[in-house]
């Protein structure tokens, strides 16, 4: 006799996503999309220099610890903000968390600023 479990599918489902959104390739692609969202929005102005300033990154310093990284002039923030919040609904839930720190960290950054 076995028992199934209602939701057990559904709960194993969401944990294989929960790990999939935890790999550097994972996280790497988000990042270059947001990067390459950012240099979409960054049209708006008309210098190429900030556009073209705009890199965002994932390193892993540690197995399963990530550090997302942005470096672009001043004036590019904005876009990676937007571009990050922009992208947030469609990543699975580690990652979302993950960006959501980025986020939160780059907003602190430009108001010290």
Do not use: C
């Not at 999939?20 to 008309?46: F, S």
């Amino acid at each position: 006799m076995s028992i199934k479990i209602k939701g057990l599918d559904e709960f194993k489902k969401k944990l294989d996503e929960m790990q999939e959104g935890l790999t550097l390739p994972a996280l790497q692609h988000w990042a270059n999309k947001i990067e390459m969202d950012a240099k979409g929005l960054a049209i708006r102005i008309p210098s190429e220099e900030i556009r073209y300033s705009i890199h965002v990154g994932v390193v892993e310093i540690k197995p399963k610890e990530f550090e997302i990284k942005a470096d672009a002039k001043k004036e590019a923030f904005p876009f990676i903000i937007e571009a990050t919040e922009n992208n947030l609904k469609e990543m699975p839930l580690t990652t979302k968390l993950l960006f959501e720190g980025f986020l939160k960290q780059m907003q602190e950054e430009i108001k010290n600023k």
